[in-house]
């Protein structure tokens, strides 16, 4: 899937890089994490039912639709979440961190 977001303003905030998915991007700082993966790969994650990609909707914690993980399986609402140099997001759940053993 395509980006669904363009940055049209504010190019000129500091350079951020992180890890998606294995891959490097670029963020600027100040961009929410859902910001970066709208830009970027065009959703938040995976649907926990099965009924395809997830993008958040809500950009302020009530949907719960955004939910990401970092590599050592942190899960993160990444419409509140302020990208920081290396992060590492996966938009799957890490094997065996999620969901939590009972």
Given at each position: ?102
């Amino acid at each position: 899937m395509e980006a669904r977001f363009l940055r049209l303003a504010e190019q000129n905030r500091r350079p951020v890089r992180l890890i998606i998915d294995g891959a490097e991007v670029q963020a600027l700082e100040g961009d929410m994490l859902l910001t970066v993966l709208m830009l970027n790969i065009g959703f938040a994650r995976l649907s926990d039912f099965g009924d395809g990609k997830r993008a958040g909707f809500c950009f302020m914690g009530a949907c719960q639709d955004c939910w990401v993980w970092t590599r050592e399986g942190e899960r993160l609402r990444s419409c509140s979440v302020p990208v920081a140099e290396g992060m590492e997001i996966c938009t799957t759940a890490p094997e065996g961190l999620w969901p939590i053993p009972a």
